[in-house]
């Protein structure tokens, strides 16, 4: 089962990798594989379902995909319990994204907020893919 479970999370993974903008060292992209694995197994989300979600295909996701992506920002350390840790998307996507441009895009983002912690981490991926700064 874990085989499987790590199987799938580097083909949802591997899209991530290969559609986004930012450039991950090798280290970056192995805890990404870590945490998507860990996630899709707790959170009991569908391969499709993160793939959607990865992708921006944000209609008809249901709440355990809501909540994988929930899982991974929180081992990224984007959020805390629900909370956008500022600090942390500075050191993380700044240099890649570009500090000018993340302030604007968390001054637009960082205030928006769900019903729950899975809700609030889908508005917050959603905003942040629209703006071109996703989280992975």
Same mark, same amino acid.
């Given at each position: 089962? @874990?085989?499987?479970?790590?199987?799938?999370?580097? $083909? #949802?993974?591997g $899209?991530? *990798?290969?559609?986004?903008?930012?450039?991950l060292?090798?280290?970056? @992209? /192995?805890?990404? /594989?870590?945490?998507?694995?860990?996630?899709?197994?707790?959170?009991?989300?569908?391969? %499709?379902?993160? !793939?959607? /979600? $990865?992708?921006?295909?944000f =209609?008809?996701? %249901?709440?355990? +995909?809501?909540?994988?992506?929930?899982?991974? /920002? =929180?081992?990224?350390?984007?959020? #805390?319990?629900? &909370?956008?840790?500022?600090?942390?998307?500075?050191? !993380?996507?700044?240099?890649?994204?570009?500090?000018?441009?993340?302030?604007? $895009?968390?001054?637009?983002?960082?205030?928006?907020?769900?019903?729950?912690?899975?809700?609030?981490?889908? &508005?917050? *991926?959603?905003? *942040? *893919?629209? =703006?071109? +700064? +996703?989280f992975?």
């Amino acid at each position: 089962m @874990k085989f499987a479970v790590a199987f799938v999370a580097l $083909i #949802v993974c591997g $899209i991530a *990798y290969g559609q986004q903008h930012l450039n991950l060292t090798e280290e970056q @992209k /192995l805890k990404a /594989l870590k945490y998507s694995a860990e996630c899709l197994e707790t959170e009991k989300s569908t391969t %499709d379902a993160a !793939k959607a /979600l $990865i992708k921006g295909q944000f =209609e008809g996701l %249901d709440k355990n +995909a809501k909540c994988f992506g929930n899982c991974f /920002l =929180e081992k990224a350390g984007f959020l #805390v319990d629900g &909370v956008v840790q500022p600090a942390v998307l500075s050191e !993380k996507l700044g240099p890649n994204v570009g500090q000018d441009k993340l302030d604007v $895009i968390m001054s637009k983002c960082n205030s928006l907020k769900g019903s729950d912690n899975c809700e609030t981490a889908f &508005v917050l *991926y959603q905003c *942040y *893919y629209r =703006e071109h +700064a +996703a989280f992975f």
